[in-house]
């Protein structure tokens, strides 16, 4: 019988041994992990994880616009009386007349025989806006007058200074239809005027009213006497 060398036999179990547990080794790193319904290998690596966050942040200015808003007090203005629109910037009054369709045919805003008065700061301009409703033709003329009460010829009254709807020549028989406008202006110095209808006879019939432009006057109204 021969003789078994012991060393050696030691030597080759403990190689199969290592190559053995290097095998098993490699077959548990190559696994598959089943995730769900997904199957991964995982290798192994090396992970680097970099996070930049940019943050944008908005800034809203708000700007806060003040309006300096001009208001005019009428506590002193007479009992009745209605303020008129104006521009004190530029020293301007707007009047809005009409001869209106109510009522007797020669009338201002409704009213006749000198009733409607009108105030307003001396120099300023005064921007007339006239229209007639009426089925007869009507102007509008601002007269400095020299007498109580106008004639048939305005203009042998006083001196034309604002004609609307009419010149200062041909008052007496032109002025504007039915459902027309027609705007005229002028300076008005301190002073008491007439307004009233050019054309022959309507002034006389009616037809007038008073304008007062006067220096105590700060803000224009209208009152009917």
Same mark, same amino acid.
């Given at each position: 019988?021969?003789?078994?060398?012991?060393?050696?036999?030691?030597?080759?179990?403990?190689?199969?041994?290592?190559?053995?547990?290097?095998?098993?080794?490699?077959?548990?790193?190559?696994?598959?992990?089943?995730?769900?319904?997904?199957?991964?290998?995982?290798?192994?690596?090396?992970?680097?994880?970099?996070?930049? $966050?940019?943050?944008?942040?908005? +800034?809203?200015?708000?700007?806060?616009?003040? +309006?300096?808003?001009?208001?005019?007090?009428?506590?002193?203005?007479?009992?009745?009386?209605?303020?008129?629109?104006?521009?004190?910037?530029?020293?301007?009054?707007?009047?809005?007349?009409?001869?209106?369709?109510?009522?007797?045919?020669?009338?201002?805003?409704?009213?006749?025989?000198?009733?409607?008065?009108?105030?307003?700061?001396?120099?300023? +301009?005064?921007?007339v806006h006239f229209t007639n409703q009426e089925g007869l033709e009507h102007n509008?003329l601002i007269i400095q007058n020299t007498t109580a009460t106008p004639g048939d010829?305005?203009?042998?009254?006083?001196?034309?200074?604002?004609?609307?709807?009419?010149?200062?020549?041909?008052?007496?028989?032109?002025?504007?239809? $039915?459902?027309?406008?027609?705007?005229?202006?002028?300076?008005?110095?301190?002073?008491?005027?007439?307004?009233?209808?050019?054309? $022959?006879?309507?002034?006389?019939?009616?037809?007038?009213?008073?304008?007062?432009?006067?220096?105590?006057?700060?803000?224009?109204?209208?009152?009917?006497?």
């Amino acid at each position: 019988m021969a003789k078994i060398d012991t060393p050696m036999v030691v030597a080759i179990v403990i190689a199969i041994i290592l190559v053995a547990v290097a095998a098993y080794y490699i077959a548990v790193r190559s696994t598959p992990i089943n995730v769900g319904n997904v199957t991964t290998t995982l290798p192994a690596q090396n992970v680097s994880v970099s996070s930049t $966050s940019n943050m944008t942040v908005t +800034t809203t200015n708000t700007t806060k616009t003040s +309006t300096n808003t001009t208001s005019t007090s009428t506590t002193s203005l007479p009992p009745g009386a209605t303020p008129l629109p104006y521009n004190s910037a530029n020293k301007t009054v707007f009047l809005y007349i009409v001869a209106s369709s109510s009522g007797q045919p020669f009338n201002f805003n409704g009213t006749s025989n000198g009733q409607l008065h009108i105030y307003i700061p001396a120099g300023w +301009t005064v921007v007339v806006h006239f229209t007639n409703q009426e089925g007869l033709e009507h102007n509008f003329l601002i007269i400095q007058n020299t007498t109580a009460t106008p004639g048939d010829d305005v203009g042998q009254d006083g001196t034309i200074i604002l004609a609307a709807g009419t010149t200062t020549s041909n008052y007496m028989n032109v002025g504007i239809s $039915s459902g027309q406008t027609a705007t005229a202006s002028a300076m008005i110095p301190a002073g008491i005027y007439w307004f009233a209808c050019g054309i $022959s006879g309507h002034a006389a019939a009616g037809m007038w009213g008073v304008l007062i432009s006067s220096s105590s006057v700060t803000t224009p109204y209208a009152i009917q006497s």
